[in-house]
């Protein structure tokens, strides 16, 4: 276990350091190339704006980036559960806050630090800054200092200002709560609660229960000091509201007969027992991190009636705060508001309550890998992977904001504000985190046929430690073990097999006879066939055919043909496929990008290019996404009548003729599929005309490769792949020299594949493979 933390100890300290420091960078927003450029951008067309803004200094949400600009800040006295650590502690987490705000709501931040503690002087300081800012979200500042400082900044301030280690876990537990009760047929005037925790996140929390219709005399509070009682003298104003008349009560008492519990403390104080003696249907909020109150396990077999929510991912009903803050400030910042009020808070409350009974999406049903996820003792509040969040949370917010009087612009048409919004983000990032949660919801074992290399052995383990699957490392356990430990990489739960040693002399035999099968009338005879399975890739391939393994990674270090070749000759293509094709996805700031073929057929006829088609497609569903594919040539619908123009074009007749539904054109330049103007005033009859298009189709490998490396190397697109589409089980072939990173997103697809291929057909071979059995029994150990 030592090793494990000092990994990811390391893990962690290397992803904050590689490359540029840090996890921001400031990146200008108009073009800055030529003089021109420069000369308005500074001096001397910048002093234009400066003087409107001078004039009527409303302008500055005009002229600058205020508008979506909100300070993330902190003065380091209680980050995370680390404490009072200082603010150069606390920078990494600010940063952190700030990539959410961005990939959660597209809300540009600078994280700020303030070396102080006199709260304040903390206040004069930040109220400094509000020229620069549209919003200020208040950061692990510890309490009692975190009330007055908001307090007193709202007081001061007309920009939005919010706590967000306060309201954050509050609005989002609130409505968890309203829907917790609604689906236990309970009132919230009428429960009874226990908080146990009074600090800044717990006495948030219970105002908002008050504000929801919780009342005063039917809490019962407890801190580090016991309950919060009348005959105390250190509680302030607002935890007297909570004061009993008693001081005898403690948790086990209060939480006798108790409808709701809700800790934000610490962990394991909550025994089985207690949970056994609260009131009928009871609600149990154990959101103390990293450890809860009460294990999700514990509280579900003491009380089947129970409904459980916890700070955690890995269990269902996980009270975050990024589903609240990044849409709040969203709507706030649309709407210029001056503050974030009660009735914003509340709005927000209701807007996420509301969403969770609601239809849940395909692309959330995929994440945690479930059919149809719905409304219900284990489905309370909505997952921070539902793309409805932004388009739901902020209008609510926006139209609070608005309707309370602290809104100086106004939103009259909320549909279209709807499309603006959803617009800002691609689902890039959001695929990725799908991709990772369906992988983690059923992970599966992956053969690493490369093993004896330090980027395979890195991403293996931290696929294992992450729970994406179940690496087995193909190589001489010698070399694997020397190379794992000369870099500090944990790979002693991973098994590690030689094919060429002793030990799999009868499984050789057994391979080299069913490959002897598959290929005794196609070049090779009874000797090779046994010889052959020395090989890693072709050892590694007959694991996944014969069942012994779900997925092979395999090219690292070896030529494409060459890693390719043994995954055709063993598993081959799946019924109805004549040709395998390779696709790769870009990551790019529109969205995801599928492109093929662009790594296996050189000069596909039409024929064969309709089939490359219909693989995509396919593949691109499997991601849960509608495939809008443009087939592309030098020519726009007919202007060139060479024959590779025309090849392309049958191609795309041959498509329409097969799937008529599939939304598909060509043939077409590049240029053209993404401009939907030139496209809609030159080409309205197109299908493409209004769509946004994300699957490219060449006409030859080597167009496809060109435009791809392009693409990722002087466009920037982060790539996934190659996947490889048609063959019967999931092999997937790396790049040469692919990064950690690279290989880690591929295990992702290579799971998913495996886990859409190899279904029920698949569960007794799992359960019964002894790697299986030995993995999973070790990861459950820990």
Same mark, same amino acid.
């Given at each position: 276990m030592d090793k494990q933390k000092e990994l990811r100890r390391q893990q962690a300290l290397e992803y904050h350091a590689q490359g540029r420091p840090g996890k921001i960078e400031v990146v200008p927003t108009k073009e800055a190339k030529t003089q021109r450029d420069l000369s308005l951008a500074y001096s001397p067309g910048v002093a234009e704006p400066c003087k409107e803004i001078f004039n009527h200094k409303e302008d500055v949400y005009k002229y600058t980036a205020k508008g979506n600009l909100v300070a993330v800040i902190s003065n380091g006295t209680a980050v995370l559960g680390l404490g009072d650590i200082g603010p150069e502690a606390s920078k990494p987490v600010m940063e952190g806050k700030g990539v959410l705000f961005k990939i959660y709501a597209d809300i540009d931040v600078f994280d700020i630090e303030i070396n102080e503690k006199d709260p304040e002087k903390f206040v004069q300081i930040v109220k400094a800054l509000e020229p620069t800012f549209g919003g200020i979200n208040l950061e692990d500042i510890k309490a009692p200092e975190c009330f007055y400082i908001e307090k007193a900044l709202r007081e001061q301030?007309?920009?939005? *200002?919010?706590?967000?280690?306060?309201?954050?876990?509050?609005?989002?537990?609130?409505?968890?709560?309203?829907?917790?009760?609604?689906?236990?047929?309970?009132?919230?005037?009428?429960?009874?609660?226990?908080?146990?925790?009074?600090?800044?996140?717990?006495? /948030?929390? /219970?105002?908002?229960?008050? /504000?929801?219709?919780?009342?005063?005399?039917?809490?019962?509070?407890?801190?580090?000091?016991?309950?919060?009682?009348?005959?105390?003298?250190?509680?302030?104003?607002?935890?007297?509201?909570?004061?009993?008349?008693?001081?005898?009560?403690?948790?086990?008492?209060?939480?006798?007969?108790?409808?709701?519990?809700?800790g934000l403390s610490v962990g394991n104080v909550v025994t089985p027992a207690m949970i056994q003696s609260m009131a009928p249907k009871p609600v149990v909020f154990a959101m103390a991190n990293p450890e809860p109150e009460i294990t999700y396990e514990e509280a579900t077999a003491a009380r089947k009636d129970i409904i459980m929510a916890t700070g955690r991912s890995d269990y269902p009903n996980m009270v975050n705060n990024v589903l609240g803050f990044p849409y709040i400030f969203r709507g706030a910042l649309d709407v210029r508001s001056r503050q974030i009020n009660e009735a914003m808070k509340l709005a927000a409350v209701k807007a996420l309550a509301d969403l969770a009974k609601t239809p849940v999406p395909d692309i959330v049903n995929l994440a945690y890998n479930q059919k149809n996820i719905s409304f219900g003792p284990e489905y309370i509040i909505p997952k921070p992977v539902d793309p409805r969040l932004l388009a739901t949370v902020a209008p609510a917010v926006a139209k609070a904001a608005m309707e309370s009087g602290v809104a100086q612009e106004a939103i009259t048409d909320w549909e279209a504000y709807k499309v603006v919004l959803n617009k800002r983000l691609g689902l890039d990032n959001q695929l990725i985190r799908v991709l990772g949660a369906k992988a983690r919801r059923d992970p599966r074992r992956i053969v690493f046929a490369e093993a004896d290399n330090?980027?395979?052995?890195?991403?293996?383990?931290?696929?294992?430690?992450?729970?994406?699957?179940?690496?087995?490392?193909?190589?001489?356990?010698?070399?694997?073990?020397?190379?794992?430990?000369?870099?500090?990489?944990? *790979?002693?739960d991973l098994p590690i097999i030689d094919p060429r040693s002793e030990a799999m002399e009868e499984k050789r035999n057994q391979y080299g006879e069913l490959f002897f099968a598959k290929r005794q009338r196609k070049g090779f005879n009874y000797y090779e066939s046994k010889k052959i399975m020395n090989d890693r890739n072709h050892f590694g391939c007959m694991m996944v055919e014969t069942g012994d393994a779900d997925a092979m990674i395999s090219g690292l270090t070896r030529n494409y043909a060459e890693a390719i070749r043994p995954a055709?000759? *063993?598993?081959?293509?799946?019924?109805?496929?004549?040709?395998?094709?390779?696709?790769?996805?870009?990551?790019?700031?529109?969205?995801?990008?599928?492109?093929?073929?662009?790594?296996?057929?050189?000069?596909?006829?039409?024929?064969?290019?309709?089939?490359?088609?219909?693989?995509?497609?396919?593949?691109?569903?499997?991601?849960?996404?509608?495939?809008?594919?443009?087939?592309?040539?030098?020519?726009?619908?007919?202007?060139?009548?060479?024959?590779?123009?025309?090849?392309?074009?049958?191609?795309?007749?041959?498509?329409?003729?097969?799937?008529?539904?599939?939304?598909?054109?060509?043939?077409?330049? /590049?240029?053209?599929?993404?401009?939907?103007?030139?496209?809609?005033?030159?080409?309205?009859?197109?299908?493409?005309?209004?769509?946004?298009?994300?699957?490219?189709?060449?006409?030859?490998?080597?167009?496809?490769?060109?435009?791809?490396?392009?693409?990722?190397?002087?466009?920037?697109?982060?790539?996934?792949?190659?996947?490889?589409?048609?063959?019967?089980?999931?092999?997937?072939?790396?790049?040469?020299?692919?990064?950690?990173?690279?290989?880690?997103?591929?295990?992702?697809?290579?799971?998913?594949?495996?886990?859409?291929?190899?279904?029920?057909?698949?569960?007794?071979?799992?359960?019964?493979?002894?790697?299986?059995?030995?993995?999973?029994?070790?990861?459950?150990?820990?």
């Open positions: 301030l007309n920009i939005p *200002i919010m706590h967000d280690d306060q309201h954050g876990t509050a609005i989002i537990s609130g409505a968890a709560l309203l829907n917790a009760l609604e689906i236990q047929q309970k009132k919230i005037e009428e429960v009874r609660l226990v908080i146990n925790g009074a600090g800044a996140a717990a006495m /948030a929390c /219970a105002q908002i229960y008050v /504000a929801l219709g919780a009342k005063y005399e039917n809490f019962i509070m407890f801190d580090k000091d016991g309950v919060l009682h009348q005959g105390r003298t250190d509680l302030d104003a607002i935890k007297q509201k909570f004061a009993v008349k008693s001081s005898d009560w403690t948790l086990a008492t209060a939480m006798k007969d108790a409808d709701v519990m809700v330090q980027k395979i052995l890195k991403a293996a383990s931290i696929v294992y430690d992450e729970g994406i699957g179940y690496p087995i490392l193909l190589g001489d356990e010698a070399t694997i073990r020397q190379i794992a430990e000369e870099n500090l990489i944990d *790979i002693a055709l000759q *063993i598993i081959g293509t799946r019924e109805g496929v004549k040709k395998i094709a390779g696709m790769y996805l870009l990551l790019t700031k529109k969205g995801p990008l599928f492109l093929a073929d662009t790594t296996v057929n050189f000069n596909p006829t039409a024929e064969e290019l309709a089939d490359i088609t219909q693989l995509v497609a396919e593949g691109v569903r499997a991601f849960n996404i509608t495939p809008r594919i443009a087939m592309l040539s030098y020519s726009n619908f007919g202007s060139n009548n060479s024959p590779e123009a025309r090849l392309v074009a049958e191609a795309t007749r041959l498509v329409k003729q097969r799937n008529p539904s599939l939304v598909v054109d060509g043939e077409m330049q /590049a240029s053209i599929a993404f401009d939907k103007k030139v496209l809609k005033d030159n080409y309205p009859f197109s299908e493409l005309v209004d769509e946004d298009v994300n699957t490219l189709i060449f006409p030859n490998l080597a167009a496809g490769n060109v435009a791809y490396n392009l693409l990722k190397e002087v466009g920037g697109a982060d790539a996934i792949g190659p996947i490889l589409l048609g063959l019967d089980k999931p092999v997937h072939v790396l790049q040469l020299g692919s990064s950690v990173r690279s290989i880690i997103n591929m295990a992702n697809i290579a799971v998913v594949d495996a886990q859409l291929k190899c279904k029920e057909n698949c569960a007794e071979a799992i359960l019964k493979s002894p790697w299986w059995q030995r993995l999973k029994k070790r990861k459950n150990q820990k």
